[in-house]
């Protein structure tokens, strides 16, 4: 993409982790200035990602975000600003029970439900800590998790898996899924099994029809497989230097690595310097 065709964007979407949520789970001053910066040129500008609403909120009011946000993988949009779900799609629990079923047989994969804004597991195995920053704070233990299901159908299934058990994990999901539910790897812990249409492509391309905001106009950044679709659909799909394959070869641009600022990067040449 050269200078001479760079369009004029009004809807920007970013993920968190490994795009502008560096590992000590901050954010630099030149990506908040970044994003400042855009919203006062009046670009709309939303977070994309797979953490439930109470961890989001801190980092919308942060970064000035002016938008709905795309939560749950995109298959929650919610309106900060109004405090309205504007959309919002559910696991079948029959499905999401069987999934919980291959913790026994996968000690080493632990099962999180999230429903509504509480999150579930069956035993507290690491740190307090980590469940908080990574997880959401509403951390609640049951030892039947389908009982919880029985209750209400969940928003998504996250398995917390060693790196080296992912690609065995994204498979063995899969197959428990056939074809009834979206899996992807959304950090290099987590794999997510979440509603069939849940996804950050739909999620963000609705957002946009929301707004009345033509796709070419819209630009997201991202790292993971889980970004790979709305950087495939926006009219601007920019993936850091650090993201997976999948990811990179969707992109228009390639930033820099997030440990050199790439988000803000992206969004100085494309939105603040067009």
Known sequence: MTGLDKPRIELLAFDLDGTVLDDHFEISPRVRQAVRGAVSRGVRVTIATGRPLPVIRPFYAALGVN????????????????????????????????????????????????????VHVSAVRYPPKFYASLLGANLTVDADLCAVIARRDPDKVLFVIPPEDAEESLRELQRISAGRATVVQSHRLF?????????????????????????????????????????????????????SPATLAAADWIAPPISADGAAAAIERFILLA
């Not at 919980?100 to 999180?112: D, F, G, I, K, Y």
């Open 67 to 118: 938008a709905p946000v795309l939560a749950m993988q995109g298959g929650l949009i919610y309106d900060f600003a109004s405090e309205k779900v504007l959309h919002e799609l559910t696991l079948p629990g029959d499905l999401a029970c069987a999934l919980m079923e291959l913790e026994s047989r996968r000690p080493a994969w632990q099962a999180v439900l999230f429903v509504g804004d509480s």
């Open 191 to 243: 794999v997510e099994v979440n509603p069939l249409d849940a996804h950050k492509g739909a999620g963000l391309a609705r957002l946009a029809a929301d707004l009345n905001i033509p796709r070419e106009r819209v630009m997201a950044i991202g790292d993971q497989d889980n970004d790979m679709t709305m950087i495939a659909w926006a009219g601007v799909g920019v993936a850091m230097g650090n993201a």
